[in-house]
């Protein structure tokens, strides 16, 4: 009876664990690039504040490589996501003011024109892609993990190795 019991706490434990790597959004949305553009207006709502540091974060990823005055498309929203797909999430949540608080220091380190990002960076219907950013972070760290022999995986990671161990576990199940 135990081992039926541990069959199906693995079980759910895996299928919380699939839920939880598609639960992420792989793109940042218009509407958090909007929050950078400066329309004049703005809501009477209050918002949570950011549970990332926004202050803390490092710039000179998009300061780097988004210089005017041409501030070329590619460039600059290709650093735009490498920098903001780590928290795309939190960015996508408009009930916090992470994306305000983000575009403001964006606008402050790289004194960029209002709504530079909203206006340049145009990709599908559900917002800018992370996925290729990710794909390169994931890279990143797993030469870093390597490098440092750290055993911790990034988000990016443990979603392909929960997809490409969710079958396996169903045969062992099943059989």
Do not use: W
């Not at 210089?67 to 920098?83: N, V």
């Not at 990002?117 to 390169?136: I, P, R, T, Y």
């Not at 490098?147 to 990034?154: E, W």
Request: glycine share 6%; with cysteine.
């Amino acid at each position: 009876m135990a081992f039926n019991q541990r069959y199906c706490f693995y079980f759910a434990l895996l299928f919380l664990f699939i839920a939880f790597a598609y639960s992420h959004s792989p793109f940042l949305s218009y509407e958090a690039l909007k929050a950078g553009k400066f329309t004049g207006r703005s809501l009477l709502q209050a918002k949570k504040s950011c549970p990332v540091d926004m202050e803390g974060q490092n710039y000179t990823i998009l300061t780097s490589k988004c210089k005017g005055p041409q501030y070329p498309p590619a460039l600059c929203c290709e650093a735009l996501l490498e920098f903001c797909c780590g928290f795309v999430d939190e960015l996508n949540d408009m009930t916090n003011n992470c994306a305000e608080t983000m575009f403001s220091y964006i606008n402050l380190y790289g004194q960029y024109p209002p709504g530079l990002f909203a206006n340049q960076c145009k990709e599908g219907e559900q917002g800018l892609s992370c996925d290729k950013a990710l794909k390169d972070q994931a890279e990143k760290a797993e030469i870093k993990a390597s490098s440092s022999a750290s055993s911790l995986l990034t988000r990016p990671e443990l979603h392909s190795l929960a997809l490409a161990l969710a079958p396996t576990f169903m045969l062992y199940l099943l059989l």
